[in-house]
């Protein structure tokens, strides 16, 4: 078990680029999720996976957001032209459905700074 | 987004001394988790609460699950310098997604040798 991992760790990019970050969750996790996070706050949630169904997508989640988990293993998250307002951090995290310990294990996070 | 009220903002202690923070909502949770992150990190999970009254610890960490399901507190006793870093509350509410996990703003805590 190597956690929740992502990639990249940072990134900066022009705004209007397109920018697309990766999770790999736990292996055995069968639910993941997608959180924001901007400096002073805590995590905001922006969409979860069941397996390779998206169940739930937050209002922050615009139309210049997509989230993929084409196979219910890793996952993908794109944003098109971006603004500097999506400067922020991206947090994946992953859990079982029916785990006693119900907390979802995070990812270290990916940075994006747009300039 | 909806978040909950998590207090105090920050602390300064020394070592060695305990400390207490908490997280209140109008909302009923059938959840609590409790997390530290550190900079440039992702949250880590400290303690996960699922009952109303319950009391868990974990080392020098104990947590409780309010009665009313609408609060819930951490404390830390004998803070060492490792401590340092941001202390999240969050909750999954009544009725609400399964997903969703409602985070507080965060406690930040630093400890003085």
């Known amino acids: 078990d190597t956690g929740v991992s992502q990639d990249p760790r940072h990134k900066i990019t022009k705004r209007g680029q397109n920018v697309t970050f990766r999770c790999d969750p736990i292996?055995?996790?069968?639910?993941l999720y997608w959180y924001r996070q901007t400096l002073g706050q805590g995590p905001e949630f922006l969409t979860y996976?069941?397996?390779?169904?998206?169940?739930?997508k937050s209002r922050l989640l615009s139309d210049r957001f997509s989230a993929e988990r084409p196979k219910g293993s890793f996952s993908t998250l794109e944003i098109q032209r971006t603004e500097q307002g999506d400067s922020a951090m991206y947090l994946c995290?992953?859990?079982?459905?029916?785990?006693?310990?119900?907390?979802?294990?995070f990812g270290s996070g990916t940075r994006l700074t747009v300039v | 987004g909806q978040q909950l009220n998590q207090s105090p903002q920050s602390m300064f202690i020394q070592e060695g001394e305990d400390v207490s923070m908490n997280c209140t909502s109008s909302s009923i949770f059938n959840t609590w988790l409790w997390y530290k992150q550190d900079p440039g990190e992702g949250p880590v999970l400290l303690i996960a609460?699922?009952?109303?009254?319950e009391l868990t610890s974990n080392g020098r960490l104990t947590a409780q699950f309010g009665i009313t399901r609408k609060d819930s507190f951490l404390n830390i006793s004998a803070s060492i310098p490792s401590d340092v870093g941001i202390y999240f509350c969050a909750g999954l509410k009544v009725g609400g997604s399964q997903g969703n996990l409602i985070f507080g703003k965060g406690t930040k805590l630093s400890v003085k040798p």
């Open positions: 996976f069941q397996n390779e169904a998206q169940l739930e």
């Open positions: 609460l699922y009952k109303a009254g």
């Open positions: 292996s055995e996790h069968n639910r």
């Open positions: 995290a992953s859990s079982l459905i029916l785990a006693p310990n119900y907390g979802y294990t």
